[in-house]
């Protein structure tokens, strides 16, 4: 075992998963987990043919049913036995990955612990449509968000806010009041905007909805969409919309790299 590895053991790891695709895991998370003694995975989102890398002596433990007490009991335990913990979460895990109350508890108790990153839905949805969330002169901000329901969202971060900005939003956790989300926005883009919801991206059953702010929520209704999507919105999406080209392969813009031609 290469030194890097053996100073794994007695250490918990939160690896992001990412959106359903076992093959987005990143290099770092996999040989995690082949190598993981214990693995506390959600299991509502979580594929579980990822759960196939572990070594057949792993123990394997589904959140999903579990509290955070419960679930850090998990993870403290092996730990503390020196053991090498995988905490397997969703998308990436710095984002809505609810992994700060985690790692104060760990903070707490002792326990190292170190975060390995993942592809987040909204990128994954992009790579599927062929689409640059940011594009010249026409969206150079990328807004992630979602909308208030049983977790409340600051007043200064309002939908109705965020979409003074024009900027290409992605929105998460909000596809179930897809109706609200659409009356927020129109206060600021206009109907035509483009819009993509993204269902279980990366999973065998995904699906992509496109449509604009004038009819997406009735294509949301008509496909039963409920949960698990990301909204993407702004003017980047449309097939048509290219923006000027970029300055950093223009041959008059110059670089520490390439010389400027005249």
Not at 202 to 224: C, M, N, Q, S, Y
């Amino acid at each position: 075992m290469a030194d890097a590895e053996k100073r794994w053991n007695g250490k918990v790891f939160f690896v992001g998963a990412g959106p359903g695709d076992p093959d987005l895991i990143t290099v770092k998370g996999r040989r995690l987990l082949r190598r993981a003694d214990r693995v506390v995975y959600a299991g509502s989102l979580v594929p579980r043919a990822l759960l196939d890398q572990c070594k057949p002596e792993a123990e394997i433990h589904d959140s999903a049913p579990l509290t955070l007490e419960e679930t850090h009991a998990l993870l403290v335990e092996a730990a503390k036995r020196g053991r090498l913990v995988v905490r397997l979460h969703t998308g990436d895990p710095a984002l809505y990955g609810a992994v700060q109350e985690q790692m104060r508890l760990l903070d707490r108790d002792g326990i190292d612990y170190e975060m390995v990153p993942g592809v987040s839905a909204a990128f994954a949805a992009a790579a599927h449509i062929r689409c640059q969330l940011t594009l010249p002169e026409v969206s150079q901000t990328v807004i992630f968000t979602r909308a208030a329901g049983r977790t409340p969202v600051p007043d200064r971060e309002s939908l109705r806010s965020l979409a003074a900005h024009r900027a290409t939003m992605a929105i998460y956790l909000s596809v179930s009041r897809m109706d609200a989300v659409v009356e927020d926005l129109c206060g600021s883009y206009p109907q035509e905007t483009p819009v993509v919801v993204a269902y279980r991206v990366g999973w065998p059953d995904e699906r992509f909805l496109r449509g604009t702010l004038a009819d997406i929520a009735e294509k949301v209704r008509e496909a039963d969409i409920g949960r698990q999507a990301v909204i993407l919105v702004g003017d980047v999406l449309d097939p048509g919309r290219h923006g000027t080209r970029s300055r950093l392969y223009d041959e008059s813009f110059g670089h520490g790299f390439r010389p400027s031609s005249p």
